[in-house]
DNA sequence: TAATTTGTACAATAAAAATTAAACGTTTTG
DNA sequence: CAAAACGTTTAATTTTTATTGTACAAATTA
């Protein structure tokens, strides 16, 4: 049958958009979420030109679109020896990918948050213990409670983060699904 | 001291900043991030006009904000007696907020994949068992099982998300962080 | 019921982001 | 060493997204 090769093209069309939809929702633009879909697929690593062939775009936004890929480490790059040209394959455990991405915006999350926290309490403390202005004692009071409790949010995320990259969340939400 | 009520003001503007800049990490735009912020240190639940005045935005905007932050459920809407207008306040728990942006990240990754999944894999099952076409039975094989795969991540990030929500990841990750 | 107030929908504008074409610096090849 | 091949950078363009002003419907008030 020669349509049949056809037919499994077509359903891997299919698969790559879904692809590229699910990582636009993680905030990637269509054409990364396209490129790693396509990569996904592939038989065999590809170097710029396939790629920019496959989907259509320009040289230039393959390339960006590659670097962002390859930062978050959904891709890496191979040699092809022989051929001078960079090769590129998708690094297909969603679980590893997911898990990449999501510590990595903990993180940033944590840090962005920390450092606006050490600029402000010990404003908010010297002002809590010693302004002689009641109205802005009890404010700063209050805010350092919020404070706080941001900071207890950071040590329950670092502590999930941790252990998504470490692994041990395998001990409690092992992967392989009980065969029965 | 009179200007130690404007020294907490502007603790507060550092935070707002670092919170919507947070938020704007996951998505979300800079304008709806602030209001949270604005919403977060408010001292008592604020009327659309309130917020309007505090961030300089048009009320069309702020409301197309609301939406947003109630569909994600990080702002609640309050009546206050004896006002017409609707009263907004912010939920201050990051890990519920957290959570619940979360949980419905992963349940909307899964819902897209698995409709794509649907529609290929019976496509696949007949041409990998059934077809003439060796190379196409061979790629259908290989698509298929890389479908499999999906679906046990899907297995597992579902299983985190479901205990993410009704709480039971608290078990192996306590919120309280054990006080010495 | 007429006049106000409130929040939202919609079309137009403004702002931001992605995409491209062209130029550039390196590296390789003949 | 000159020419060609690669991949990236840059500035300009296109596309997308967010924001606004205006108009509207619903609810309230006088």
Redesign the interface.
């Known amino acids: 049958?020669?349509e049949?090769?056809e037919?499994?093209e077509?359903?891997?069309d299919?698969?790559i958009?879904?692809?590229a939809?699910?990582m636009v929702?993680?905030?990637v633009t269509p054409s990364v979420g396209r490129i790693y879909g396509v990569l996904?697929?592939a038989?065999e690593p590809m170097s710029l030109d396939d790629i920019k062939d496959q989907v259509a775009m320009s040289k230039a936004s393959v390339s960006n679109s590659m670097r962002e890929l390859l930062e978050t480490e959904m891709v890496i790059k191979v040699w092809k020896k022989g051929d001078r040209k960079d090769h590129y394959i998708a690094e297909?455990?969603?679980?590893k990918n997911?898990i990449n991405f999501f510590v990595k915006?903990l993180r940033?999350?944590r840090s962005?948050?920390m450092?606006?926290?050490e600029?402000?309490k010990p404003?908010?403390e010297d002002?809590s213990t010693n302004?002689?202005?009641e109205?802005?004692?009890i404010?700063?009071k209050?805010?350092l409670e919020?404070?706080n409790?941001?900071i207890?949010?950071f040590?329950?995320?670092m502590?999930?983060a941790n252990?998504l990259e470490n692994g041990e969340i395998f001990k409690?939400?092992p992967?392989?699904?009980k065969e029965k």
Do not use: C, P
Request: charged residues 25%; aromatic residues 14%; glycine residues 2%.
């Open positions: 049958m020669q049949d090769l037919k499994v077509e359903a891997r299919v698969m958009s879904a692809i939809q699910t929702i993680y905030g996904y697929f038989e297909k455990d969603f679980l997911f915006k940033q999350e962005l948050i450092k606006a926290n600029q402000a404003v908010l002002i302004s002689t202005d109205s802005a004692r404010a700063a209050q805010d919020n404070l409790n941001s207890s949010y040590d329950w995320t502590r999930l252990d409690y939400y992967k392989q699904k």
